[in-house]
Nanobody, 128 residues
Framework: EVQLVESGGGLVQAGGSLRLSCAASGFTFDGYGLGWFRQAPGKEREGVSCISSVGGRTFYINSVTGRFTISRDNAKNTVYLQMDNLKPEDTAVYYC?????????????????????WGQGTQVTVSS
């Protein structure tokens, strides 16, 4: 069974850090582009950061550029989101998702394509 399982969320103070992990199983992980998305109450889901299946290309939305870093470890079938200098506006449920053979990470994060797989999400809450 295909699974994407997020972990690492929690409650932190503004300025703190978290590292989210998404462990995948049931599919050929290294053939997929990966992304982190978030949804806050009353807001639409937005792409935060995405990484290509090949070539190591990454994309970040403007609001997280310089604060967040996406990476993947294909040997562990895991994608990470290192979040530094967290702000209250980062509060949301964070989801990871996978899309086969994607290389255009900007369009991936813009949700221009339907994703193959989604995780269930992990809550990130940043207090001021």
């Amino acid at each position: 069974e295909v699974q994407l399982v997020e972990s690492g969320g929690g409650l932190v103070q503004a300025g703190g850090s978290l590292r989210l992990s998404c462990a995948a199983s049931g599919f050929t992980f290294d053939g997929y582009g990966l992304g982190w998305f978030r949804q806050a109450p009353g807001k639409e889901r937005e792409g935060v950061s995405c990484i290509s299946s090949v070539g190591g290309r990454t994309f970040y939305i403007n609001s997280v550029t310089g604060r967040f870093t996406i990476s993947r470890d294909n040997a562990k079938n895991t994608v990470y989101l290192q979040m530094d200098n967290l702000k209250p506006e980062d509060t949301a449920v964070y989801y990871c998702a996978a899309l086969w053979a994607i290389t255009n990470v900007q369009r991936m994060c813009a949700q221009a394509y339907p994703f193959d797989w989604w995780g269930q999400g992990t809550q990130v809450t940043v207090s001021s």
